[in-house]
């Protein structure tokens, strides 16, 4: 059964920023494209960024520059480091992985706030 395993949400200040990390228990399963998604309160879920298992990454448009995602295969974890938070930032944040399913993870909350 693969389980995600999210860690590294907190509460920072505006500038600020954390790295978030998402660890896989999958055997030796690597998936095809890793992910962070977002949703804050009375929002739908969004995709903040994506990486494939060949390192081609995607990004939204707000965190452009700021955010950067990287994976390490051999471990089975995608990492997401945010710079430059901002209050619009706080969400709680999920990984998700993909191979022919999907797999969420049970989410880590980011609150940026002074």
């Known amino acids: 059964q693969v389980r995600l395993v999210e860690s590294g949400g907190g509460l920072v200040q505006p500038g600020g920023s954390l790295r978030l990390s998402c660890a896989a228990s999958a055997g030796a399963v690597v998936f095809t494209s890793m992910a962070w998604y977002r949703q804050a309160p009375g929002k739908p879920r969004e995709l903040v960024a994506s990486?494939?298992?060949?390192?081609?990454?995607n990004y939204a448009d707000s965190v452009k520059g700021r955010f950067t995602i990287s994976r390490d295969n051999a471990k089975n974890t995608v990492y997401l480091q945010m710079n430059s938070l901002k209050p619009d930032d706080t969400a709680v944040y999920y990984c998700n992985a993909r191979k022919i399913l999907q797999y969420w993870g049970q989410g880590t909350q980011v609150t940026v706030s002074s």
């Open positions: 990486i494939t298992v060949g390192g081609s990454t």
